[in-house]
Nanobody
Framework: QVQLVESGGGLVQAGGSLRLSCAAA????????MGWFRQAPGKEREFVAA????????YYVDSVKGRFTISRDNARNTVYLQMNSLKSEDTAVYYC??????????????????WGQGTQVTVSS
């Protein structure tokens, strides 16, 4: 069992930055790949970024490449999403999620077993 709690969301002007954190409760954090998803009003939840168990592989949706960076600190049971050059279209509720070891496609929501409650990110233009 893994419990996830996101923090760091808020209101920021376009071009600004935010860093989201996701703290995991559980002793097997390092055995899970971690991902960030987002859902804007009236839209489906979409993949944003993911990081593998061994920290050596990261994945990003094209719209955030070069602007967002996912990282994890297994000693702190925490995954981060650094978001720079934010745009109004980044406005959404951001969720972190944990996928068990061996999951094949970290860009697919169905691979993730545990989800946080979400944190709101609002980018004003």
């Amino acid at each position: 069992q893994v419990q996830l709690v996101e923090s760091g969301g808020g209101l920021v002007q376009a071009g600004g930055s935010l860093r989201l954190s996701c703290a995991a409760a559980g002793r097997t954090f390092s055995s899970y790949a971690m991902g960030w998803f987002r859902q804007a009003p009236g839209k489906e939840r979409e993949f944003v970024a993911a990081i593998s168990w061994s920290v050596d592989t990261t994945y990003y949706v094209d719209s955030v490449k070069g602007r967002f960076t996912i990282s994890r600190d297994n000693a702190r049971n925490t995954v981060y999403l650094q978001m720079n050059s934010l745009k109004s279209e980044d406005t959404a509720v951001y969720y972190c999620a944990a996928a068990p070891y061996g999951s094949r496609s970290l860009v697919r929501a169905f691979e993730y077993r545990y989800w946080g409650q979400g944190t709101q990110v609002t980018v004003s233009s």
